[in-house]
C-alpha cells in the first residue's frame, strides 16, 4: 500500500481510476488479484478495494476469518448459483459462509472486508445476492436537511431515524442526490469513519473539490466537512464503521459558494474529479486552519 491515500484516519479526496493496479495481499478471495487499494485499517484488518476478477476465476468463501461485501461494477459474478452483472451485490456475514462465487468472464467490483464485522445482526445472517437496480429507493428524512436525498440499503436492517443513521456495525448504501440539492454548511460525524464513492454526476464540497465518477472520499471522525452540493445530481456509495450521526455548523460564504457553483456548472460539460485548489469557487473558501489534512476536534 504504497503513500497514505489509503489511511482512513487522514482526510482522503482522490480518483480510484487514476490508480495503479496491483496485486492483493489479502483478504482470500481477492489474494492475488489486480486491484486498489482504496482504504485500510492494519490495526482492524478492514479494507475496501477495486478488484479486476479475471474470466473463469473460482472461489468459496467461507467468512470465518471476515465478512465479504461486492458491487459489481462491470462484468458477471454468481454467488451460490445466482448470476448477477453490472449493479449485482453480494454479501456474507462473518461466520455465515459458504458463498460459492465465480465469474463466467470476468468483472470490475469494489469489495468491502471487514474481521471485525457484527455478527448476528446482517442479512438475516447468511449470505444475500441481489440487482440493486431491483432494490426500492426510500426517501431519507433528517431534520433540517432539505428534502432530496434518497438511498437503497445494501446492507441490513439499516436503521434511519433523525440524524443516526446504521446499525452497530454501520451502513452500505445507495445514496442519490437530487439535481440542484444544496447544502451550505458542514457535518461531522462524532462515532465512524465514513468512506464515500461517486458513481455518477457531479457533487462538489469546499476544501475538497469537484467529485466525478471514480472520485473517492474519506472523511475520519471528527473532521468537518462540506458543504454538500451537485448542479445534476449524483449517485454514490456511502459505508460507514459505525451508526453514523451528524452535527451541522455553519461555514464562511457557505451559501455563497453554493449559489455560485449551481450558476455556473455547465450543463453540457460531463463532470470530472477536480481539488479544490483548481475549483472556481477556491478563492471564496481556500482552506481552514489547523491544515485540512489533520482532523479538527470537536467543539
Same mark, same amino acid.
Given at each position: ?11 482522503? %479526496?482522490?480518483?480510484? *481510476? ?12 481477492? !489474494?492475488? #488479484? ?16 477495486? &478488484? ?32 448477477? /452483472?453490472?449493479?449485482? %451485490? ?10 460459492? #462465487? ?9 469489495? *468491502?472486508?471487514?474481521?471485525?464485522? &457484527? ?6 445472517? +447468511?449470505? %444475500?445476492?441481489?440487482?440493486?437496480? +431491483? ?38 448504501? %445507495? ?5 440542484? @440539492? ?6 461531522? !460525524? ?12 457531479? @457533487? ?7 467529485? /466525478? ?31 453514523? /450521526? ?11 459558494? &453554493? ?21 472556481? +469557487? @477556491? ?10 489534512? &489533520? ?5
Amino acid at each position: 500500500m504504497a503513500g497514505e491515500t489509503w489511511r482512513r484516519d487522514l482526510p482522503q %479526496f482522490f480518483n480510484v *481510476w487514476d490508480m495503479a493496479w496491483d496485486s492483493l495481499d489479502g483478504p482470500a478471495a481477492v !489474494h492475488g #488479484l489486480d486491484g486498489r487499494v482504496m482504504s485500510a485499517d492494519p490495526d482492524q484488518g478492514q479494507m475496501t478495494l477495486m &478488484v479486476r476478477i479475471p474470466a473463469g476465476w473460482k472461489f468459496t468463501e467461507s467468512a470465518e476469518d471476515g465478512a465479504l461485501e461486492v458491487f459489481v461494477l462491470e462484468g458477471d459474478v454468481t454467488g451460490n448459483g445466482k448470476r448477477v /452483472g453490472a449493479g449485482g %451485490f453480494l454479501a456474507v456475514p462473518l461466520g455465515c459462509g459458504p458463498l460459492e #462465487l465465480s465469474s463466467e468472464g470476468g468483472a470490475y467490483a469494489y469489495v *468491502w472486508y471487514d474481521p471485525q464485522f &457484527v455478527t448476528g445482526y446482517y442479512y438475516d445472517s +447468511q449470505p %444475500f445476492i441481489t440487482k440493486v437496480w +431491483q432494490e426500492a429507493w426510500i426517501l431519507t428524512e433528517m431534520p433540517e436537511v432539505r428534502h432530496g436525498i434518497m438511498h437503497k440499503s445494501l446492507r441490513w436492517p439499516d436503521p434511519c431515524e433523525g440524524l443516526q443513521h446504521g446499525g452497530p456495525g454501520g451502513m452500505l448504501r %445507495f445514496i442519490m442526490l437530487t439535481p440542484g @440539492f444544496p447544502e451550505a454548511r458542514q457535518e461531522t !460525524h462524532h462515532d465512524c469513519w465514513e468512506g464515500i464513492i461517486f458513481l455518477s454526476g457531479d @457533487f462538489m464540497m469546499p476544501e475538497r473539490g469537484i467529485h /466525478g465518477p471514480g472520485s473517492y472520499l474519506g472523511n475520519p471522525a471528527e473532521l468537518r466537512h462540506g458543504g454538500l452540493m451537485t448542479q445534476a445530481g449524483t449517485l454514490m456509495i456511502l459505508h460507514c464503521d459505525a451508526p453514523m /450521526g451528524a452535527e451541522f455548523t455553519e461555514i464562511p460564504n457557505g451559501r455563497q459558494i &453554493v449559489e455560485s457553483y449551481l450558476d455556473t456548472t455547465s450543463w453540457l460539460s460531463p463532470p470530472g474529479h477536480t481539488p479544490w485548489e483548481d475549483a472556481p +469557487q @477556491f478563492n471564496l473558501y481556500p482552506s481552514t486552519e489547523p491544515a485540512y489534512a &489533520v482532523p479538527v476536534e470537536a467543539s
